[in-house]
């Protein structure tokens, strides 16, 4: 079993990795501050409890056309160019630490493309914010035919696996890519500075170890993943979004950047670099491990950097008393759970899905950020600092060192994932003989699944269905489509299908996004984030999964690779026009229509109706948004009006809001009590960061008279249902699941709110309602009958009470004439597309109720 302790006996590899011109530490240069140290749990809140306030332009960013990306593959290196200046910021937070502030990276660029031959910068992407998005490739000069030759190698190793294995020249030429990823979160600095060092000391380095590294790798830099909040001083970007949760959404434009480079650069090796945890944290992590993973693979080699980057950064000589610093940790090795890998949504564990076979995030041990950067002395944040970007360096030079000595297994290792992954071969579960020099595997460590043969998209003629096509195809996924019908798995399946054949090399990323997942609730006691999650079943897409047999076979079927899908836009001929509001692209293609002005009536199904006068602009709507109007059968229904929400939620709520095209005015407390014009307001949004309770009795009382005037309240949580409670629009007792408590679950949909939606949803802390008033109505139910949990970790509390048999068969969603109440998280960090509606016809619904 693995110890709870994070100080284990230290290897003489220290020595050996302090050796040598490019790996030699500095001496320790420090006063004594001791912080008090960080214990290895969930270090930021997994939730936000504050309102948002992005603004509306960070969204307009992430939402828009994607710019150019990087170089030309084909061309060689360097890469170089001269970038212009950004002006100077007295306000980045970057200089209270000493530290590089944003707008001095173009100039060190610029000095350090000017050092020679060996560093080149590419603009990778613009962040929400609209900052630059650097890439620095250190390698030693490619002509042109020799970097098409390595792209042809790469393309070999992940698409004919089995032959690069057998191929001598590939194995002898081919440059090992290392990807280091720095200020994921912007308020955790110091890995930029690191980089930035490091990539000097190569640039500039003669000595024979440094020419060999630079003759067999590609060494990438993402020099600031998040510059937004690099320069804010926020753990987020522009749109208020946590960069290193949306990997499996990637709704922001830096996510997909980084997604480019890991599909492009194919990294063998990756260090994500974090603060702030005192001794330094070295992944690999604890159980659940994702059970998509080749995980034997990944294991040996993460654990195997691991330790050389313990060596180095205990090497460097900081001391408890002394300096503050502890002796650095593996979690995997010295603790039993709370620091897991299980969900994709992580830097590292995305990686891994691309072909990485050693990932970590690494972090450096001592706090500048939140309380500490305001309450500390200049000179000890520029103390702490300084250690940090020592710290941060050493575990760099030591991956370099680890890459360079293990460059043929780290290559054939990566080799193996692909090969795997294409053949339907059976992954390896870990154990000592697996395993070889990892101590303290067990069975806890085993989580592995069982691939599908494939899966299925039917028709592929729906918004949703093109929109997860679309998707897969951006995640290096191969999708097939079928151009005549076919029978696969004992049934007929439509000409246009989609199908995912899960014999490809990034089987492992494919059935992460699109498979249920599994309730985890049992294996641990406490998870770091989400646990549960599926594309198959919250995107709103029909996805089938065809299971893997020896009777089953894609050979000789109709089906052709696609490199987009097919749109889908189309509106009828004749006549007035019917636009199904079950998407969200829906729901914004009629925002977009009542911007403009045109008369739009809601049917009693929910579904909008468009007048056949408008077919212009409903051709353009269906250009835009890629949706179906198709032919209506009457004109009847209510008037619809544009509705102005103003919104007191979390980041991904206000952004999935401006998705789907509302006009939205972010509020709060302090908002409120500033003295809010609400004459703009139709209706109110709620689910943080609006505490009644706190509200001047100004503040209150027009709240108030906005409520009497008609207007209505959509409420989300804990939070929302209390906004109700305080002002009495809808009766109803809001009994709260565990705060940590998430995952996919079944649901039943009873009402207009929920019409046309999957019967699945997703909880982040549940809610369910009881004891519901007159003229209360359930519009939506946890399914009964057992838990109502497909995948996820919710557990009850220690005295038996909040788990998920409590919340069976309770009401998840509840309305009435003034009021819709959620106890789901229909709008979580802007992921389960799928259920979005949900929210667009609450907010309809009652909004337009405000108006009349």
Do not use: C
């Amino acid at each position: 079993m693995r110890t709870t302790s994070s100080v284990l006996a230290r290897t003489a590899l220290a020595l050996a990795l302090s050796a040598g011109s490019l790996l030699l530490t500095a001496p320790a240069q420090a006063r004594p501050t001791p912080p008090v140290p960080s214990p290895v749990t969930r270090h930021e809140p997994a939730r936000d409890t504050g309102a948002a306030t992005a603004p509306e332009s960070a969204a307009r960013r992430a939402l828009g056309a994607p710019g150019p990306g990087l170089t030309d593959t084909f061309l060689g290196y360097p890469r170089q160019q001269v970038l212009a200046p950004d002006p100077a910021d007295p306000a980045d937070k970057s200089l209270r630490l000493g530290l590089v502030p944003y707008h001095g990276i173009a100039p060190r660029l610029n000095a350090l493309q000017a050092l020679g031959d060996r560093v080149s910068v590419e603009v990778a992407g613009r962040s929400a914010g609209g900052h630059r998005l650097f890439l620095v490739t250190v390698t030693a000069p490619e002509s042109a035919a020799f970097a098409r030759a390595q792209e042809r190698m790469r393309e070999l190793i992940e698409n004919a696996p089995a032959a690069a294995a057998e191929d001598p020249e590939l194995q002898a030429a081919y440059k090992t890519p290392v990807f280091f990823n720095s200020n994921i979160h912007g308020d955790e600095w110091e890995g930029t500075d690191a980089a930035l060092r490091l990539i000097e000391r190569l640039a500039t380095a003669d000595d024979a170890r440094t020419r060999e590294l630079l003759g067999t790798s590609r060494l990438y830099f993402d020099i600031t993943a998040n510059p937004d909040g690099r320069v804010a001083g926020t753990r987020t970007n522009a749109n208020g979004f946590d960069l290193n949760r949306d990997f499996v959404t990637a709704s922001q434009p830096e996510t997909r950047a980084m997604r480019r480079i890991e599909i492009d650069k194919q990294p063998a090796v990756m260090l994500d670099l974090h603060g702030y945890v005192n001794g330094t944290l070295i992944e690999p992590a604890t159980p659940p491990h994702g059970e998509n993973y080749e995980y034997d693979l990944f294991l040996k080699n993460t654990y195997a950097n691991a330790l050389g980057m313990e060596a180095a950064v205990d090497g460097l000589g900081y001391t408890p008393d002394e300096d503050g610093v502890e002796s650095a940790q593996i979690p995997f090795r010295d603790q039993q759970e709370g620091w897991d890998d299980w969900p994709p949504v992580f830097t590292p564990q995305y990686a891994a899905y691309h072909g990485t076979v050693a990932a970590h995030t690494v972090e450096i041990p001592l706090q500048v950020n939140d309380s500490a950067y305001s309450s500390l002395p200049v000179a000890e944040l520029r103390r702490r600092s300084a250690v940090n970007v020592e710290v941060a360096g050493a575990a760099m030079r030591a991956t370099l060192e680890f890459a360079r000595t293990h460059r043929a297994s780290l290559l054939a290792d990566q080799i193996e994932v692909f090969r795997r992954g294409a053949a339907g071969a059976a992954q390896v579960p870990v154990s000592p003989e697996t395993v070889p020099g990892v101590p303290g595997v067990g069975p806890e460590d085993v989580y592995t699944t069982e691939f599908p043969r494939a899966y299925v998209i039917p028709g592929g003629s729906t918004t949703a269905a093109a929109r997860l096509v679309g998707h897969l195809i951006a995640n290096d996924v191969r999708v097939l489509r079928a151009v005549h019908a076919f029978r696969l798995g004992g049934r007929t399946w439509p000409q246009g299908s989609y199908v995912v054949d899960m014999r490809q090399p990034k089987r492992g990323l494919a059935n992460a996004l699109l498979a249920d997942g599994r309730d985890i609730g049992d294996k641990v006691s406490v998870m770091y984030d989400i646990s549960g999650w599926s594309l198959g079943r919250l995107w709103g897409a029909a996805v089938r999964s065809v299971p893997a047999a020896p009777s089953v076979s894609l050979a000789g079927l109709p089906l052709r690779a696609v490199r987009e899908a097919a749109p889908v836009g189309y509106v009828a001929p004749r006549g007035d026009l019917r636009l199904r509001l079950t998407d969200p692209a829906e729901v914004a293609a009629l925002n977009s229509l009542l911007r403009q002005g045109v008369r739009v009536r809601r049917a009693a199904d929910g579904s909008a109706l468009v007048p056949g006068s408008a077919r212009r602009a409903a051709a353009g709507a269906a250009r835009t948004y890629d949706v179906v109007f198709s032919p209506a059968a009457s004109f009847g229904g209510t008037a619809l009006h544009p509705v102005r929400v103003a919104a007191a939620v979390a980041p991904g709520e206000l952004f999935a809001l401006r998705e789907m095209g509302f006009e939205v005015t972010p509020v709060s407390t302090a908002v409120l009590n500033g003295g809010f014009d609400w004459s703009g307001t139709d209706v109110l949004f709620v689910s943080a960061g609006l505490d009644p309770g706190a509200l001047t009795p100004a503040a209150r009382g027009a709240l108030e008279a906005f409520l009497a005037a008609g207007h209505g309240l959509v409420g989300r949580g804990a939070v929302g249902a209390a906004v109700s409670a305080a002002t009495g629009l809808l009766k109803a007792r809001a009994v709260e699941g565990p705060e940590d408590a998430n995952g996919v679950l079944r649901v039943v949909n009873s009402g207009p709110v929920t019409a046309g939606s999957p019967a699945y949803g997703f909880v982040y802390a549940p809610v369910w309602f009881t004891g519901l008033g007159p003229g209360a109505r359930v519009e939506q139910s946890y399914a009964g009958g057992g838990s109502p949990l497909v995948s996820g970790h919710w557990r009850a509390r220690e005295d038996g009470t909040g788990g998920p048999a409590d919340a069976a068969g309770r009401a998840s969603v509840v309305s009435g004439p003034h009021a819709v109440l959620f106890g789901t998280e229909p709008l979580f960090r802007a992921h389960p597309k799928g259920v979005f509606p949900q929210v667009a016809r609450a907010l309809l619904i009652i909004g337009q109720a405000g108006r009349g």
